[in-house]
Structures are given as C-alpha cells and as structure tokens.
C-alpha cells in the first residue's frame, strides 16, 4: 500500500511537468564513471589503494603520493553505446558512438628539502578527467493497450480555462485540436482516443537522443612520509553539458478511432553550467605486500546551472482543416545542483613485482541530492527522497607482469539507486587491458563494457507506460605517458 500511494503522488505531481528539473536528472547527473586511463579502466576502476596514476586524483588523491618521478599523460578513447528496448512484446535497437578524452594529467614531483624530516617528496598534479558520456540513442516502439498520452493531459486540463493551460503540453494539444471540450462552457476535456470504449489501442514510438559530458578539472596535491603514509587533496572544477531531443508519436494504424490519424510530440532541453567539488584521501602501507586507502568527495555544488527548452506538437486528422503544427515559447531558467557525499575505502594487494591485485568500495546516498532553490522544489526534492537511497559500488581488479608487459582485468557491480523496487537501475562492469612500460615511457590500451537495465516511462510514472531499456556501453581507451 506504501508503494502504491508513493506512486500515485509520482504521478499526480508529475503529469504537468514536461520539461522540468526533477529527481531524474539529479539522479542522472550524480552517477559518474570516474573517466581516467587505460591502467585504471583495465583494473575496472578498482584504483583507489593503488596510486601513480592521474586517474588517482578524481578517485583518491592520496595516490598521487605513491609518484617518484614526474609524468604527463593521454588518454583519448572511443565509446560505443547501444540500447536495446523492450514495450509491448516489441523489441527494438538502436546505438551511437563517439570519440572523447578520457584523461589529460600532469603530475610534477619534489624531493622534501628536509631529508630528516620523513616527508620523502611531494606531488603536484593538474589536469582533466572525463566523469560521464551522455551520448546515447533510444528508440521504443509498441502498441499500448492502454493508455494515451491524451489520457494524462486530460487529466491536468481539467477544470483549467484553455487560456491557461500548460504551454508546454496541454495548451499544444488543445491547440492542435487533440484535446477539445464537448461543452464549450464547461472546462472539462476530453480526446477522440479517449471516447472509443473499449480502449482500441494506440501505436506508441518515442526517440531520444542524447549528446554531452561531465568533465573534471583538477588541481591536486600529495605528500609521501616514510613510504608509508600518503595523503593528497584535491580541487575538481566540474564542466557540465547535456542535450536531449525526442520525439513522441501515436498513429491510429488500426484505424479504430474515428477522425484521428496521428501526432508528433517534439521536447527539447539543452543544459549547461559548472560545478565545484573537493576530495580528501590517505593511503597506508599496511605492510610491502598491502595498502589499504580511504577517501571522500564532498557534495558537487553545481550553481546556476542554465537549461533551454521547447516543446512542438503536429497533429493529423481525417478532416485535413483540423490540421495544425503549434510551438511551444522557449523556455529558460537556472538552478543549484548538490549531489550526494561519497565515501571510497580500498585495498591493494602487491605481488611483488609479479603484479597485484586491488578492491574499491563506494558507498553513497542518491537520497541525499538535492535541487535548489528548495522552495521552487519541494515536490522535487521530496520525490528523491521517496525514490533513491544509499547504495554502493563494488570494483576488483588485477594486475600482472611479464617484465615490461602487463595483463589487466576486472569487474564491477552498481548497486540500484532505487528503493521500493520502484525501478532496476543496477549495473556491471567488465574490463580487459595491456601496457608495456619503460622506465621513461608507457603505452597501455583497456577494454570494457558495461551493462544495466532501467525502465523508461514513455511519460508521467503510470506502469502501463513503461518500457525496460537494457544499455550496453562499450569503451575502448589508449593511454600514451612520458616519464622525466
């Protein structure tokens, strides 16, 4: 029953929210991948005790300190993402790919000028890390046997004058002449879809595609004592960018409703902005055959964050004078992002120099995001309350060497941001990768794919609308490194 109510306010709070910051992108925005080198992809980000590595500063920074010699480093990769949708008994592909950096560092070395003091030398490092890829294709096709879209908007229109209707949505279907009231006098609506009893059913396609990135620069620095403790911070300025277009459409393809033939519905949002984060870490050389390290990222304080948006709807009919293409106005405004707290403890096993093995554990909690002002997202904030919770994200890898070549592989598990069982959202990660290193270069090259399942609701959270989206990402990175 506690479901059932929580889903029934879902859905009654968000049926008029059609282009609007809500839980969804502050869930979307919250999950990264901490983009890095090929090494840290080929042990599938199990990175955290391990260190020497750029990709250390935007997962524990306190691996930086394990440098003894200055390095730059590259890391261009490519990305190919595929989805696979499930509605209605049909099952549709689609896929995108790109190119992008996943890596750019520098990392400068200084021996302490105090040899007695205990403090070895210590670490400057700055550069850009790629945190997430937004660029997919989704494509769901089905006949739905139950509802239309024309059903939710009936719904929110009622008892509103049309001069006062949303002008993203139900003031373009009214427009359009998809939504009319039978009484001129009286504001309740209604759709030639909705006055076929049974309900005949109605062909259902949505596309979206998205593009843009969450990318980090950092500023990171580090200190080694004894060649045991390792300690480092580090500043992340955050650069965001999302663009999703989709397009919705119903077809009367079996010809059951009378006068109705179809409609295009056309969204658009375009989000930009920039935010700050600061990491704090330290790693302990346990014993030369183990490390163990413990990091934590504050909340991302993403602020004044910028979206555009639009909307469209065409609509066709039998009687061709009840044709029309309405646009919507463009639509802008900002707003604060703060994404959860989270905490990375790690281990690594050193085998000599045979190679080794190493395990991270992240732990955070999605119900802890927050959209600002809270006053303009109360509903919103009180939604990622009710839907996510803490979770955490297991990593392991492996390392081994034959002199100056080395085998990588891991695997992980994402925990589900959901609670409720509203939702799947749980997902693995496979890796595979080689490096062959100098004592004043290296090239190393990893593969990996990862997998989830999530479902989609074609609009508002009513199950009837939902279609399950299986998203395979596949990446292929090349690290090139000077040593000096």
């Known amino acids: 029953m506690k479901k059932l109510i929580l889903l029934l306010a879902m859905v009654i709070t968000g049926a008029t929210a059609v282009i609007a910051q809500n839980e969804v992108d502050a869930l ?11 090494r840290y992809w080929g042990l599938a980000g199990a990175y955290g005790a391990v260190g020497a590595d750029f990709s250390s500063v935007s997962t524990n920074p306190a691996g930086m300190g394990l440098y003894k010699r200055s390095e730059a480093s590259f890391t261009p990769g490519f990305i190919g993402n595929k989805t696979t ?26 021996n302490s000028a105090k040899s007695n003091s205990g403090w070895k030398n210590f670490q400057f490092g700055f550069g850009y890390n790629r945190l997430a890829t937004y660029n997919s294709n989704y494509t769901i096709v089905g006949t739905n046997t139950k509802t239309s879209l024309m059903g939710q908007y009936v719904t929110a229109a009622n008892g509103t004058a049309p001069a006062d209707l949303g002008a993203f949505d139900t003031k373009l279907a009214y427009d359009a002449n998809l939504l009319y009231r039978p009484n001129p006098a009286v504001n309740t609506y209604t759709a030639d879809i ?8 109605i062909d259902q396609t949505k596309t979206i595609s998205t593009t843009g990135y969450l990318g980090e620069t950092v500023f990171a620095g580090s ?59 330290v790693i302990v050389r346990a014993a030369d ?70 395990a991270d554990y992240e732990m955070l909690d999605y119900s802890a995001a927050r959209l600002r002002p809270s006053v303009d997202f109360t509903n919103e904030n009180q939604r990622i309350q009710d839907k996510y919770r803490t979770t955490g994200n297991f990593r392991l890898g492996g390392e081994y060497r034959m002199g100056p070549i080395s085998y990588r592989a891991g695997f992980g598990i994402f925990g589900s941001p959901y609670k409720l069982d509203l939702n799947k959202g749980n997902g693995t990660l496979a890796s595979l990768g080689i490096g062959y290193r100098t004592g004043d270069y290296f090239v190393d090259c990893a593969f990996t794919n990862y997998s989830m399942t999530e ?30």
């Open 85 to 110: 949708s499930s509605y209605y008994g049909t099952s549709t592909d689609d896929s995108k790919s790109s190119f992008d950096i996943g890596s750019l560092g520098f990392v400068m070395v200084m």
């Open 289 to 358: 055959w183990l490390r163990v390290g413990l990091a934590m990222h504050t909340p991302s304080l993403f602020s004044k964050l910028n979206i555009d948006y639009n909307s469209s709807i065409s609509s066709n009919f039998t009687d061709a004078s009840l044709n029309s293409s309405q646009d919507s106005p463009l639509g802008n405004y900002t707003f604060d992002l703060v994404t959860p707290l989270k905490l990375i403890g790690s281990a690594a096993i050193i085998l000599g120099k045979s190679g080794l093995i190493s």
């Open 28 to 38: 979307r925005f919250s999950r990264i991948q901490y983009g890095g080198s090929a």
């Open 455 to 484: 479902d989609y609701y074609l609009y508002g959270v009513d199950p009837a609308n939902r279609a399950s989206i299986k998203t395979s990402n596949n990446m292929f990175n090349v690290t090139f490194g000077l040593k000096f």
């Open 223 to 281: 200190a080694n004592f004894e060649d045991k403790i390792y300690v480092g911070a580090s500043l992340g300025i955050l650069a965001l960018r999302y663009e999703e277009s989709s397009t919705y459409s119903e077809d009367n393809n079996s010809g059951k409703i009378p006068i109705f033939n179809y409609f295009d519905k056309y969204d658009y949002q375009l989000i930009r902005g920039t935010g700050y984060n600061l990491k704090l870490g």
């Open 194 to 201: 909705l006055g076929v009893s049974p309900f005949p059913g």
